[in-house]
C-alpha cells in the first residue's frame, strides 16, 4: 500500500482527476497528504535493493508515489560521501607545530587534496590539520623544554604527537628528565653601614663629597647581590671665593723691522718684536691668583730683506764681488792645507 490505500485489482483502470482525488473503477479516493517533514527512510538491506528499487519505479510510474518521497527515498539510498567535503588543501605539515603549511587550493574536495597521500588538509569549520596519509605514524620528538627552575632540581619535557587518520601504536606522547640549570639557588648579600663622609673634592666655591658601602653583611651567594648603589655623593660649599690665575692673551702685531737690508755676508740682521699681555684672565688680587708663566714679548729676523748695496764687511770693491773673491780664496787655502 502506499498513502493509506490500495492498489486495484489486477484488470481495473485507474485514472487521475483533475482535482486532489482519484477515481478507481467509479471511485473517488483522496490524495495521499504527506507531511512536510517527513524523516528520512533507512537505506535498505542490500540483498533487497533491487527489489525495493523496482517496486519504487513501478509506483512511480503508475502515479502512486508522491514526488516529495521520490526525492527523500534517492537521497537516501544514495547519500554523500564523506569524502567529498570541502577542505583547504596544503603540500605538507610541519612536524614542529603539526599544522598543515604551504597551501595549495583554498576549495577542494577531500578526496581529490587526498590523491597526493602525502598531502594535509584542513576542514573549513574546525580548522584541524589532518595529513591525507591513510597510515599512521609517531611525529619526531620535539626539542626538551627549559628547565622548569633555573636553580637545584628541576624537571624538562619533551612531546610528540600521531599523525595521520588512524591510532599509533604506543602509549608514550610525553617524555621528562631531571634538569639542573644551577647547583644551587642564588642568596642576596646585605650592606655594610656607610662609612663617613670624606673631605670636600675642592678647596673653595662648591664641589662634592662622597661615602660607601660593601656589600659583605653578609656577602651574597651562589650569584646573589646586594640591591643599590655601593657609594653616595653630596654637595659641598667651602664658603671659600678662588682665586684667579691669569691666562696669557694672543700675541700682538710684529713691530717694524730695525733696518731696511740685510748685509752681504757676516753682520746684524734687523729684528722684529712682538709683546702679549697677562690678561685672559687676569690673575686676581685677593685671594692672589698665580700669574702667567712664560715671556711677554718675543723677537726674530725679518723676513724678505734685500742685501744691502756698497762696500761688504771685509773691504774694496763690491759687496758681492768681494765676498766671492773672500771665499774663493779660503777654498784654495783649505786645498793646500789638505
Not at 702685531?253 to 697677562?278: A, Q
Request: aromatic share 6%; with cysteine.
Amino acid at each position: 500500500s502506499a498513502g493509506g490505500w490500495k492498489l486495484p485489482p489486477a484488470g481495473e483502470e485507474l485514472t487521475v482527476g483533475e482535482g486532489r482525488e482519484r477515481e478507481v473503477s467509479g471511485h473517488r479516493l483522496p490524495d495521499p497528504v504527506l507531511p512536510p517533514s517527513l524523516p528520512l527512510p533507512p537505506p535498505p538491506p542490500h540483498p533487497h535493493t533491487h527489489t525495493l528499487v523496482q517496486t519504487t519505479l513501478t509506483d512511480m510510474a503508475v502515479g502512486i508515489v508522491h514526488p516529495h518521497l521520490t526525492s527523500l527515498f534517492l537521497l537516501a539510498l544514495f547519500p554523500t560521501p564523506t569524502d567529498m567535503v570541502r577542505v583547504r588543501c596544503f603540500s605538507a605539515m610541519d612536524r614542529t607545530t603539526f599544522t598543515c603549511i604551504n597551501l595549495v587550493w583554498g576549495d577542494l574536495e577531500q578526496s581529490e587534496c587526498c590523491l597526493n597521500p602525502n598531502y594535509c588538509f584542513q576542514t573549513e569549520g574546525d580548522g584541524v590539520s589532518t595529513l591525507c596519509r591513510p597510515v599512521s605514524e609517531w611525529s619526531g620528538w620535539s626539542e626538551w623544554s627549559p628547565c622548569s627552575v633555573s636553580c637545584e632540581e628541576g624537571v624538562q619535557q619533551r612531546r610528540r604527537v600521531c599523525i595521520g587518520s588512524g591510532e599509533c601504536t604506543g602509549q608514550e606522547k610525553l617524555q621528562a628528565r631531571p634538569c639542573i640549570d644551577q647547583p644551587c639557588c642564588a642568596v642576596d648579600g646585605g650592606w655594610s653601614p656607610w662609612t663617613s663622609w670624606g673631605p670636600c673634592s675642592v678647596t673653595c666655591a662648591v664641589g662634592h663629597k662622597e661615602r660607601y658601602r660593601t656589600c659583605t653583611q653578609p656577602k651574597p651567594l651562589c650569584g646573589g647581590r646586594c640591591h643599590g648603589g655601593t657609594d653616595q655623593h653630596l654637595s659641598c660649599n667651602t664658603q671659600q671665593i678662588c682665586p684667579t690665575h691669569g691666562a696669557w692673551a694672543p700675541w700682538g702685531e710684529w713691530g717694524p723691522c730695525s733696518g731696511t737690508c740685510r748685509p752681504d755676508g757676516p753682520g746684524t740682521v734687523p729684528s722684529r718684536s712682538r709683546r702679549r699681555t697677562c690678561s685672559q684672565p687676569a690673575p686676581s688680587v685677593m685671594p692672589a691668583g698665580r700669574s702667567c708663566l712664560g715671556q711677554d714679548s718675543d723677537s726674530g729676523p725679518c723676513p724678505s730683506l734685500p742685501f744691502c748695496p756698497g762696500k761688504s764687511a771685509l773691504g774694496g770693491g763690491e759687496a758681492t764681488g768681494d765676498w766671492l773673491a773672500h771665499f774663493s780664496s779660503v777654498k784654495f787655502r783649505m786645498q793646500v792645507l789638505v
